[in-house]
C-alpha cells in the first residue's frame, strides 16, 4: 500500500465574512445586536416559565426547554464569530473546532427533537383533549426531554469522531463561520464517501424522522379540528399551531439543504447564507414567533411586572 504523510493541522481559520472586508465593523454592530436581543428574549420566557404558575403547563414547559437550548446554541457560535469580526487573526485550534462542532451538533439534534416533541404536545392536546393531562403528565414530559438529550448527544459524540479522525493536509481555511461538518468534509484529503454516508442517514434521523412526526402530528390535527370543532375553535386551535408551523417550516427546511446534499454541491455563499438562517436568524425569530404574539404569554408578563 502507497504510504502518506499527511502534514497534522493544529488550528482552522475561520474566512467568516472576510470577503466583506469593508463592512465588518457594521457586521459587528448588527449581529452583536441581535445575539444580545436573542438572548435576552429567550432568558425572559424561561425566566416568565419558572415565576409564573399559570404557564406551568406542557407547552410551555417545552417552550422553556427549547428556549434554554437556543441560548446555549447561540452562545457557542456567535461570541467567536463576534471575536473573528474584529481579529486579523480569525483561528481556532483544532480541538477548539471539535468541541465547537460537538456542542453544535448535540444542541441542533436536540432541538429537532424538541420540536417533534411540542408538535406531538400540539396533537394531544386538540386530538386527546379529555386524555391530555395524563398523556402529557409531569414524568412524561421529563421523559421525552431527556430522550431527545440522549439522541442529541449520541449524534453529537459520533460524528465529531468520524469528521476529526479524518486526515486533513494541505488548506486549513473553514469558508463559514463556524465549524461545520460539510466545509471540514470538503478539507479532508481522502475519501470521505463513509462519512458523507453516515452524514446522510443521521441527517434523515435527526431532521426528517422529527419532521415525519411533525406532518403525522398535524395532519391529525387539521382533520381534528375541520371535523369536531366550530368556526370559532378553529380559529382559537389554528392560532396555537402556526407559530409551530412557522418555526418547523425554517429550521427543517435550511437544515435539509444544507446537509441532504453530495460534497460536490457545497456551495460557498449559499453554504454560509444558510449557516447565518440557521444559526443566528431563526434562533432571534422564534421568540417573537412562539410567544410575544401569545395572550398567554402576554398576561403572564403583565402579572409579573405588576408583582415585581
Known sequence: MESRNYTRIHEFILVGFSDVLPVEYFLFAVFFCIFNISLISHMFIVF??????????????????????EICYMSNIVPKML???????KTITFYGCAM?????????????????????????????????????????RI????????????VG?????????LPFCGSNIINNFYCDIPPLISLACNNT?????????????IIQGPF?????????????????HSAGNRKKAFSTCTSHLIVVSISYG?????????????????????????????????????????NDVKMAAKKLVQYV
Open 157 to 165: 459524540i459520533l460524528q465529531t469522531i468520524l469528521i476529526f479522525s
Open 83 to 89: 471575536i473573528n469580526l474584529l481579529s486579523q487573526h
Open 48 to 69: 416568565l416559565y419558572r415565576f409564573s404558575p399559570n404557564l406551568h403547563t406542557p407547552m410551555y414547559f417545552f417552550l422553556a426547554n427549547y428556549s434554554l437550548i
Open 212 to 228: 415525519i412526526v411533525t406532518v403525522i402530528s398535524y395532519s391529525n390535527i387539521i382533520w381534528t379540528i375541520f371535523k369536531h
Open 143 to 154: 421523559m421525552l426531554v431527556i430522550g431527545c438529550w440522549l439522541i442529541g448527544l449520541t
Open 254 to 294: 435550511s437544515s435539509s439543504i444544507m446537509y441532504m446534499r453530495p460534497k460536490s454541491s457545497y456551495g460557498m455563499g449559499e453554504e454560509k447564507f444558510l449557516s447565518l438562517m440557521y444559526a443566528i436568524i431563526t434562533p432571534t425569530m422564534n421568540p417573537f414567533i412562539y410567544c410575544f404574539r401569545n
Open 193 to 205: 464517501q463513509f462519512n458523507e454516508i453516515i452524514m446522510l442517514i443521521l441527517t434523515f434521523i
Open 100 to 140: 465547537q462542532m460537538f456542542f453544535f451538533l448535540v444542541l441542533a439534534s436536540t432541538e429537532c427533537y424538541i420540536l417533534a416533541a411540542m408538535a406531538y404536545d400540539r396533537y394531544n392536546a386538540i386530538c386527546h383533549p379529555l386524555l391530555y393531562n395524563n398523556i402529557m403528565r409531569r414524568v412524561v
